[in-house]
């Protein structure tokens, strides 16, 4: 079955530490990955995808995600985390559905907490 | 660029009524919308992918009598939420496709006393 994992419900850093937020996913044929973040109440926001190309992918607010095909994963990670970034993290995947339609299947989400 | 509106943000509602929830892309077309509902501390689930011009595909659970969905134009999806009960408050939230990404709305809140 298409899946996508989030294996840790929390991460806590410090500010100003590097922070790492784990994604694992398990599909068919070539992966179309992404991370959301999403702040209290409110909808999410794109932070980056990769879909081909260069395994690192860099995206929105100073976060970058690396796609490892051998370990199935796409690790988020940011060098010096700020206590704005504390917030909800989502990873997804794209599929196919049985009616040939595309849509995203989702990880559980990551709660992170940047520590002042 | 690629942004999503929704309105309202928030609804309150007696039950038996109806609500309707819009989602708007303000600086693209979307062919492809995508209505969700999240409860407190939980991950997204999709309710149905809404196609412009044409029914909506709603996902395995989801009812389409209760849970109207219209895509009239490539820029406008609504969501009606029919004979609202309490057990169908949540935080509803729509995304529209552009390029390979969603982009998500707000997001609405919806609480049926």
């Known amino acids: 079955a298409q899946s996508v994992a989030q294996p840790e419900d929390q991460v806590n850093v410090a500010e100003g530490n590097p922070l790492t937020v784990k994604c694992t996913y398990s599909v068919s044929g070539n992966p179309y990955l992404f991370w959301y973040v999403q702040y209290p109440n409110r909808g999410l926001q794109f932070l980056l995808k990769?879909?081909?190309?260069d395994n690192l992918v860099k995206g929105s607010y100073g976060f970058e995600a690396e796609f490892n095909k051998s370990q199935t994963s796409f690790h988020l990670k940011k060098p010096s985390a700020l206590v704005s970034d504390s917030a909800l993290y989502f990873c997804?995947?794209?599929?196919?559905?049985?009616?040939?339609?595309?849509?995203?299947?989702w990880g559980l989400g990551t709660s992170l907490a940047v520590n002042p | 660029g690629a942004v999503v509106s929704q309105h309202p943000s928030w609804v309150i509602c007696k039950s038996g009524t109806s609500v309707k929830i819009e989602c708007r892309s303000l600086d693209f077309q979307a062919t492809t919308m995508f209505w969700y509902r999240q409860f407190p501390k939980q991950s997204l689930m999709l309710m149905a992918t809404s196609n412009e011009g044409s029914k909506a595909t709603y996902e395995q659970g989801v009812e389409k009598d209760k849970f109207l969905i219209n895509h009239a134009s490539l820029t406008l999806s609504t969501l009606t939420v029919t004979s609202a009960h309490p057990e169908d408050s949540s935080f509803y939230i729509c995304?529209?496709?552009?390029?390979?990404?969603?982009?998500f709305g707000p997001g609405t809140r919806l609480t049926v006393l």
């Open positions: 997804a995947v794209r599929v196919k559905n049985a009616g040939n339609n595309r849509k995203l299947i």
């Open positions: 990769y879909i081909t190309g």
């Open positions: 995304s529209a496709r552009f390029s390979d990404t969603q982009y």
